[in-house]
Structures are given as C-alpha cells and as structure tokens.
C-alpha cells in the first residue's frame, strides 16, 4: 500500500485543475531616511486565467513582466494581495469551518522547478536525501522516503546505484536539474510549474530534459505551468500560451493559433523578435523599439501603447478588455475588439 | 593581412588542486570587417580563446601559440603596449555589463575618460564625442543619459551603453563574450541589429562568443564550432546551419528547438563533455558519437578541408562536394 498516495481527480476533465482570478501582487519600496513606501512595484496586477487538467501552459513575456511572481502566488510562495485561487473546485487557502482547501493540502499537489539547478539544493545533503526529505515531511517513513526517492532518481534517469549518495557538486547541470525535477516529484504533485527550467543548460542537455518532460507528464499524468523566454521552447512543449505585459495578461489561447495569428501586438512584435535561423533571409528591423516602462508607474489605458505601432487616443484613455476571439482565444487589445473606438477594430469586424 | 591570427593557442590553468587544459590548439583568422562567432557548449574554451587575445588571463595561466592582432605579437607586448592596444584597436564587451562598468562613474564620464586616454583631445570634445556615441548606439534622450549611473539604466540600455565605451575610440576588433545572452527577445534583436549595423559602418572586426545558433544566423559571416578546447568545425554560417559537417556540430543541431518541431522527439546528445584536466589525445567527442570506431580513438583527428572553404575536426568526414557531404553523414535508416 502506498502511505503518501497521488491525489484523486474531483471534478472530472473539464473542470481546470487551476482557476486564477483578479490576483494582484504589488512589492512597496523603500526609500527615504525612514525607508518608509515610496512607491509600489505592481509586479502583478489583475491576473486571471485557468491551468486546464493534463495541459502544459507555457508563460511568456519580457523580463520583469511578472512571471515568477505568478509562479510564486501559483506556489503559494507568496500571498496575494488580493484575488482568488481554486484549486478542482475547492477554493485555495481555506479551513474547516470556512471549507475549501487548506494551504498545506495544496502544497502537497503543487510542486516547482527552479532556473538555477545549483541554488535549489542543499549543497552538504547527498541528492537522495534531498528527494527523500518533503515526502518526510508530509509523513512518510524513512525507509519508504527514500525507496520514493530512489524510484524518482530513476524515473529522471539517474541509476540510484550510480547516483544517490552523490552530492550536487559531483553532477552536471543538466544531472542537477534532473534532481529538482525528482525532488519535485516525489509528492505525486498533479500541478507542476517550471520557471525557466532549462534556461542555464547547454542545448545539448537542455534537448534531454525536455524529452524527459514530456515522458514524466504522459506517465505521471502531470499538468505544467512552463515558464520561459524561449519562444521555440515554449511552442514546442505548450498546448496553450498565456503572454503576460507589466503585470498584465495581454493574450492567451491555442499554441498553434497564438503563434500563427497573434491578436494582440506585442504578441506579433515578441513572435517576430526570433532569430531567423536563415542566414540569407535575417532580420532587417527590430520589431519593437525601447523597452518596457517603469512598473512602477505603468502607462494609463493599455500598457503597451507606448511602443505599439497602432496606439491611438483611445488605447490611453481606457483599458482593453480581453475580447474573445473563438476557440479559446482571447486577446487584451481594443483592436481585437469590435466598437472600442479604434479605427481598426471595426475593419477586423467587418 | 588578417586582424587576428591565432596559431596552435593552448591554455592551461594549473593550481595546487587542479588542472584544466582549457584551450587545446586553436587556429583562427579573421579578416578586417569580418564578423566570426565561436560556438560551444559551457566549459569548451570559448571565453578563455577571447580573453587570450587581449591577453587578459590571470596571471599564472600558461598560454602556448601564436597571438596576433593587427600584425602584433599580443604574446610578447609590454604592458604599456597592451595598454594602448586594449580600448584602442581592440575593445570587448561582456555578458553582464555591470562588471565592465564603474559603478561610481556616470555613463558619460565612462566614456570620455576612455576617449581621453587614447586620444589628446579636450575634455569637452571628449564629453561631445560621449553624446554622439550614445546617440549612435541608439539611446534615447542620450544628452540627459549621459549623467546616468550605470545602475539606473536597464539591461539593454546598460548594454547599448558599455557597446558605446567600447566603441569610443573607433577599434579595428570587436571581442563579444555572449553580450545579448542575458537580454529579452525583443531587446536582443535591437542590440544584435545595432551591432551588425556599427560593425558595417565602421568595418570592425567581430568575434562574437554565443551558444545560441540564432543569434550566429543573424549576425556571423563565418562560424567556429569548439569542443573541449578546440575548433571542431569553421566555415561560413549557410553552411553550417544548413548542412553541418562534423557529428558534434549535426547533434547541436539537431538538439536546438525549432519551429515546427512539436510532437517530434528531439535529438539528443548522450553523455557529457570530457573532464579537462588531461589534454585530450584522442577525438574528444568520440565517447559521445554514436558513428565513433577505432580511427577515431588512434590520435587527434587533423582539421581538414573536406569541402572548399570549410574545415572539420573528423575522421568520417569523406573529401567530397558539399552536396555529397550531407548524404554521405546522414546516419543509416
Ligand atoms: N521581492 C520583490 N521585491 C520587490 N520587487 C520585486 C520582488 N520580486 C519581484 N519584484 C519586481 O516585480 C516585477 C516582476 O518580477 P518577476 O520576477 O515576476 O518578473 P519575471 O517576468 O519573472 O522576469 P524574468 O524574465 O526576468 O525572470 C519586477 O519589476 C521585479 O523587479
Ligand atoms: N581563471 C580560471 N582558472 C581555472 N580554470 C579556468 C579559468 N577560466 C576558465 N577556466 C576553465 O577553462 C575551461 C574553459 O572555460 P571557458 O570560460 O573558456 O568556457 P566557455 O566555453 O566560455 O563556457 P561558457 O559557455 O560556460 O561561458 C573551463 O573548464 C573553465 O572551468
Ligand atoms: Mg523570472
Ligand atoms: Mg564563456
């Protein structure tokens, strides 16, 4: 009998397995003889979506767009300042008499990656022990810890024979990452988030524990939030994008539908900031001028229209709601938004 | 007369606890306006092969080989002579700007100290010419970020500001390690299109450090591909992203994600590279290279030109066309 089984579905299929609403996170700085608040950083501000069952949802966006900060209030890591967080149908962060569920039930079923593979281990423990060590935690036995650990270690490709008692100084990076990704899930988590988790490896290595990614998902029916600037990487692994802007979502749908016909304009001027990969067709204009503005003070209106191509009046006069463009997509751009004012949203309408 | 040539370069770092052979013969040249990018995974001498040129080592590596730029011997130079070379004929910019940067000094003070320490000119004419750079390099309300410090800029802003101290003084070479790694998508088009532009205008030469083929697509003319200290494959960059030759080149490749690659598998490399603290007396990549046979573990394949105009590191590469090249690797069905 397993003493710390997966989690059961609740809801069934379509039921998201993460449904996100209206979080907000803002960092005060500090300055000042007294360090009193200067100001807030509006690291994320007003994000909604849901993590569908057995889906990979890839994040993008330009640094300092908020991304670890959602991976971070996904994680529970940190707290909203507000929104709301449900979890199959049970609200996130509840108690018994409130119901829903409590923080650490959570925690149990959501579990993260990290970039840096160095900083997230333990550097005097020997790598089975730091797998062995949150199934502890959460109650296991020792010698069932550490059978669940050596299984991890396996199931990520390193031979326990050969592996276990190594510290993470004897490995390689991509050998390190294979323990985070182990260490992840020895919980039977059902929701994994990984930010940015093969941005420090060589493509060779990184190609490896992409692969095995994908093979972990299929045989451990994992769901993955995959956070990456990558934009190859993330349309080879996601089944839907979600593009994040200063703390905003500006446009989420199919991969397929995202990448070929971005609604909103910062999706097209980031799709179109890839390399070419041709040397005889390269690129000849940069497809975004500047960079992004303080998030601090973020723009009125759409927080993009200073450096967007169609900016008009009415881009700084309100905000754009997410208009629904069909099969799941949906962008935050008044052009994608019949009778919002702007000249060209009534040429897409008609 | 080329700008660089690099003869038999070998590296080693030797201390008390280790060694590391970290360049094992690298020949390189590039010619005037010439942009070559060195590719390599992590630890494959790549920065150290840069850094050789300017001969900015520590002190207790030892460097073997021919060093030149602009006809001069870098190997032999007095330090007043390496002085004037770096800033002047060669200048070099990093990763993490920060670093090369003095956090002290505002952007503007950087660049017309640098300028005055090559040039007799005026402090004022050095201060005019720190506004033209950062206009050149493209920084917006450059007049008021020349009192900037480099910390209250961004990282691409940072980055167009160290591009324009190290283009203060017109160098005949550029030396890049990998300075977009650390940027946006979006920023990193601007930078590396800004680069490709100065380096035209100024017919610089380019040697730019990446591990990113995308990055070599847009801006190399030619590429070097190194393995455990040494180039395994040189040639213009249509060629190798087209049809590499040597199976270490192939399986970067052939592991670099691609659009239109979901649902396939990627390719791999098994293993990892060699630990460097033996001079490698064989083909480094052979424990690696699933085409390795005996040839391959007899001594350390030349670097020939088995199609005009592009040299490998391999002994299964046949003398052929280019066209027959592709075929004859392409592994068995
Ligand atoms: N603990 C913190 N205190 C203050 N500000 C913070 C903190 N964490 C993040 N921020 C700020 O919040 C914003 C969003 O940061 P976040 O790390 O989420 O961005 P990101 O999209 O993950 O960027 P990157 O691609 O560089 O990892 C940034 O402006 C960042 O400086
Ligand atoms: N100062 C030093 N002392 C000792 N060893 C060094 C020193 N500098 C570099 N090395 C070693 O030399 C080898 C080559 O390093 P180098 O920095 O050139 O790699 P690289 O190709 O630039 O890798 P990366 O892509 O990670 O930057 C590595 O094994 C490295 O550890
Ligand atoms: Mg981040
Ligand atoms: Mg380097």
Redesign the interface.
């Known amino acids: 009998m397993d003493a710390l089984p997966p989690s059961a579905d609740r809801g069934g299929p379509a039921q998201p397995l993460l449904r996100l609403d209206g979080l907000v996170k803002h960092f005060p700085l500090k300055g000042g003889l007294l360090g009193r608040t200067q100001a807030v950083v509006r690291a994320v501000d007003g994000v909604g979506f849901d993590v569908r069952k057995g889906e990979t949802l890839g994040i993008v966006g ?2 300092g767009c908020g991304k670890s900060t959602t991976a971070r209030l996904l994680m529970r890591l940190l707290d909203p300042d507000s929104g709301t967080m449900v979890f199959d149908g049970e609200a996130v962060g509840g108690n018994a008499q409130s119901g829903g569920l409590p923080l650490r039930a959570y925690r149990r079923q959501v579990q993260m990656v990290f970039q840096d593979s160095y900083a997230s281990l333990n550097p005097r423990l020997p790598i089975e022990d730091s797998v062995a060590f949150a199934p502890k935690v959460h109650g296991l036995g020792n010698a069932e810890a550490v059978r669940r650990a050596r299984d991890m270690l396996a199931a990520v490709g390193l031979a326990p024979a050969n592996f276990a008692r190594r510290y993470p100084h004897e490995l ?3 050998q390190r990452q294979r323990v985070n990704i182990a260490r992840a899930l020895a919980l039977r988590p059902r929701l994994v988030i990984l930010d940015e988790p093969v941005s420090a490896l ?3 290595v ?3 524990v ?2 095995l990614l ?1 093979d972990l998902k299929e045989e451990f029916g994992l769901t993955y939030v995959f956070i990456s ?5 993330v ?2 692994i996601s089944d839907r994008v979600l593009v994040m802007y200063l703390g905003e979502v500006t446009e989420i749908g199919p ?1 397929e539908r995202i ?1 070929e016909r971005p609604a909103h304009p910062y999706t097209a ?2 799709l179109a ?8 067709n ?11 503005p303080n998030p601090v003070n973020p723009p009125s209106g759409c927080r993009f229209r200073t450096r967007c191509p169609h900016a008009e009046a009415v881009c700084a006069e309100r905000k754009p709601i997410m208009a629904d463009l069909g099969v799941g997509h949906a962008a935050a751009c008044h052009i994608a938004n019949p009778g919002s004012g702007h000249s060209l949203a009534e040429k897409v309408a008609a | 007369m080329s700008l660089v040539k690099l003869r038999d370069l070998r590296v080693t770092f030797r201390t008390r606890d280790r060694t590391v052979h970290a360049v094992n013969g690298v020949d390189l040249d590039l010619a005037a306006g010439e942009t070559l990018c060195i590719l390599g995974e992590s630890g494959s001498g790549k920065s150290v092969t840069l850094r050789a040129l300017m001969r900015l080592l520590p002190r207790f590596a030892e460097v073997q080989g021919t060093v030149e730029v602009a006809g001069q011997d870098v190997t032999r130079m007095s330090e007043s002579a390496l002085t004037d070379l770096r800033g002047r004929d060669v200048a070099m910019i990093f990763q993490e700007p920060m670093t090369a940067m003095d956090p002290v000094f505002t952007i503007g003070q950087q660049i017309a100290e640098t300028v005055r320490r090559h040039e007799r000119v005026s402090r004022a004419d050095a201060e005019a010419r720190a506004l033209e750079l950062l206009e050149l390099v493209q920084i917006p309300s450059a007049k008021r970020r020349l009192a900037a410090y480099p910390h209250e800029l961004s990282g691409g802003l940072r980055q167009r500001a160290m591009i324009a101290v190290a283009l203060a003084c017109r160098p005949k070479l550029l030396l890049a390690d990998e300075p977009t790694t650390a940027l946006d998508a979006t920023v990193q088009i601007q930078v590396l299109l800004l680069l490709r532009e100065l380096q035209q205008r100024f017919n610089m030469g380019v040697i730019f450090v990446t591990h990113d083929l995308g990055v070599a697509g847009e801006i190399a003319d030619r590429v070097a591909v190194m393995y455990a200290g040494r180039v395994v494959e040189e040639g213009p960059v249509s060629g190798l992203m087209s049809g590499p030759l040597h199976p270490y080149a192939q399986g970067l490749l052939g592991a670099t994600v691609h659009p239109g690659m979901r649902g396939k598998r990627l390719t791999t490399i098994p293993g990892a590279p060699p630990a460097l603290d033996k001079e490698p007396t064989a083909c480094a990549f052979a424990p690696r290279c699933d085409r390795a046979h005996e040839p391959c573990l007899a001594d350390v394949p030349s670097l020939r030109e088995p199609v005009a105009g592009r040299r490998a590191r391999c002994v299964l590469v046949p003398d052929q066309t280019a066209w027959c090249v592709s075929e004859a690797l392409s592994p068995a069905p």
């Open positions: 330009e640094s390689s990076g991509g060589d493509k060779s990184e190609a490896q992409l692969n994908v600037h990558d934009l190859n990487v349309q080879y991969v990448y001027a980031l900031s890839r390399p070419s990969m041709d040397p005889s390269r690129r000849t204009a940069p497809p975004l001028t500047g960079d992004p």
